[in-house]
């Protein structure tokens, strides 16, 4: 295998979330600077999904005009557009209009909702892409999309974000009795640490390594030493020759090898081997472990962590971002297929997500909270949860890839399917009913 080709994958599956994982990394610093508030997230929230209409476009018409898409020229025209969209943010993330006399950040929502269209399009576009490489080099694409989380969120911690320092107050009280001195009582007050580099250089960056993400890709279609890598297409001298036919719309390995030589397909779909059980079976699992890893969980995790303190909200965060990287890395080494291996991650990774739910119910005052296991044992929860699920995902991208070029267009549907359920099930209880408490990083008074 071609290490440049590995590392080309790897920078391609970078791009694909890169830019909504970095903006939500960017919030602690954009919040306090526009109108919005802390609402900004709920709004994002929707307008993420609003964005599922690009993968729903793509999805339908390879179901009902197979090849009819140019897949290639849809990932130019969506990388092109996310690297525009994020040097246009660089510019006016603050900007307001006035909507209905009161003051918007209607180009930063817009600006969002191009960048979220982009991601998840990406989706239904990105892995069908890498089906034209051999299968190694789809793990190595999955790397690539957990750095796509790992990344912002290391740059955002060397930027500063979120840093809070306790700083004590002091109050006078009692001064309206009939006490000479009056008390003192002494309160820690959250203090946010100014910024190492603004946020319109850490825009820049996203732009860039959308722009990185664009290169990989233009060399992973014309790079003659990965052009060898591309088992399903003819190549002289590293250069593709065009056919009389028209390309492929269904790519499917000449041979399955982990179904014996002469067994009847057990079902119509990809090569046939699984039933149509085990498929809804997979399908069902890929559902769930990307609702439960993708929204559910993100979306309390601020209430999971922050009552053991800010320190512990920044563990889980990056560590948990640089488990998704290293279950690819060990996918790749130890590719266990077992479809009983599968469920049984998906009930520990759901058991762990159990756990850190509870914890966030349980917010401003979880278990242990006074307690410095508290805060180690949801930093390990946090990292087991994203490392059991995401190798789960990987492992499912695996199986699908060798069922074909539309397993992994229906792959990158479910995908953005189980996402869309899990933000439609939290955002009233987040947003709406304000389930959740918050804990004070600096004050959290448990009995």
């Known amino acids: 295998m071609s290490l440049l080709t590995h590392l080309l994958a790897c920078l391609f599956g970078m791009g694909s979330w890169v830019s909504i994982n970095g903006l939500w990394v960017e919030l602690?610093?954009?919040?306090?600077?526009?109108?919005?508030?802390?609402?900004?997230?709920?709004?994002?929230?929707?307008?993420?999904?609003?964005?599922?209409?690009?993968?729903?476009?793509?999805?339908?018409?390879?179901?009902?005009?197979?090849?009819?898409?140019?897949?290639?020229?849809?990932?130019?025209?969506?990388?092109?557009?996310?690297?525009?969209?994020?040097?246009?943010?660089?510019?006016?993330?603050?900007?307001t209009v006035v909507v209905a006399g009161v003051a918007r950040s209607v180009p930063l929502l817009v600006l969002t909702f191009f960048l979220a269209?982009?991601?998840?399009?990406?989706s239904v576009t990105f892995l069908p892409f890498m089906m034209r490489l051999k299968s190694q080099y789809l793990t190595t694409y999955y790397i690539g999309e957990g750095v796509s989380g790992l990344l912002p969120s290391l740059v955002a911690l060397i930027q500063g974000v979120g840093l809070v320092h306790c700083i004590n107050s002091t109050q006078s009280v009692n001064y309206?009795?009939?006490?000479?001195?009056?008390?003192?009582?002494?309160?820690?007050?959250?203090?946010y640490q100014p910024a190492n580099f603004s946020t319109e250089v850490f825009f820049f960056f996203l732009s860039a390594m959308m722009l990185v993400c664009l290169g990989a890709f233009l060399l992973l279609n014309y790079h003659p030493s990965v052009a060898r890598e591309q088992p399903n297409s003819k190549y002289t001298n590293g250069v593709k020759q065009k056919t009389k036919n028209r390309e492929l719309v269904e790519q499917k390995p000449m041979m399955d090898p982990y179904r014996p030589e002469n067994q009847k397909p057990r079902s119509s779909f990809?090569?046939?081997?699984?039933?149509?059980?085990?498929?809804?079976?997979?399908?069902?699992?890929?559902?769930?472990?990307?609702?439960?890893?993708?929204?559910?969980?993100?979306?309390?995790?601020?209430?999971?962590?922050m009552p053991y303190g800010n320190n512990a909200y920044h563990l889980s965060a990056s560590l948990a971002a640089l488990s998704n990287p290293l279950a690819c890395f060990?996918?790749?080494?130890?590719?266990?297929?077992?479809?009983?291996?599968?469920?049984?991650?998906?009930?520990?990774?759901?058991?762990?997500?159990?756990?850190?739910?509870?914890?966030?119910?349980?917010?401003?005052?979880?278990?242990?909270?006074?307690?410095?296991?508290?805060?180690?044992?949801?930093?390990?929860?946090?990292?087991?949860?994203?490392?059991?699920?995401?190798?789960?995902?990987?492992?499912?991208?695996?199986?699908?890839?060798?069922?074909?070029?539309?397993?992994?267009?229906?792959?990158?549907?479910?995908?953005?399917?189980?996402?869309?359920?899990?933000?439609?099930?939290?955002?009233?209880?987040?947003?709406?009913?304000?389930?959740?408490?918050s804990g004070d990083p600096c004050n959290t008074k448990c009995s």
Request: glycine share 8%; aromatic share 12%; hydrophobic share 55%.
């Open 28 to 95: 602690p610093l954009i919040v306090p600077q526009i109108p919005e508030a802390w609402y900004l997230p709920s709004y994002l929230s929707v307008i993420i999904q609003m964005a599922n209409i690009g993968p729903l476009f793509v999805t339908l018409m390879h179901r009902f005009r197979p090849g009819a898409l140019n897949e290639t020229a849809v990932i130019y025209v969506i990388i092109g557009l996310g690297t525009v969209a994020t040097f246009l943010l660089g510019f006016f993330w603050k900007e």
């Open 117 to 122: 269209a982009v991601d998840c399009t990406s």
């Open 176 to 191: 309206t009795l009939n006490i000479p001195n009056g008390s003192v009582t002494s309160d820690l007050q959250a203090q």
């Open 270 to 305: 990809g090569t046939g081997s699984y039933s149509w059980m085990e498929v809804f079976y997979i399908f069902g699992i890929l559902a769930w472990v990307n609702a439960l890893s993708n929204t559910v969980l993100p979306s309390v995790q601020s209430y999971s962590c």
């Open 330 to 437: 060990i996918a790749m080494f130890l590719p266990i297929r077992s479809l009983l291996f599968m469920g049984a991650l998906t009930v520990i990774g759901t058991g762990v997500g159990v756990y850190i739910m509870i914890m966030a119910v349980l917010s401003p005052c979880p278990l242990l909270v006074n307690d410095t296991s508290g805060g180690v044992i949801i930093v390990l929860a946090w990292v087991l949860f994203i490392l059991t699920l995401s190798y789960v995902k990987v492992i499912i991208g695996v199986i699908l890839r060798d069922e074909g070029h539309s397993a992994l267009v229906w792959c990158g549907a479910v995908v953005q399917l189980g996402s869309l359920l899990g933000a439609v099930t939290m955002f009233p209880l987040v947003s709406v009913y304000d389930y959740f408490s």
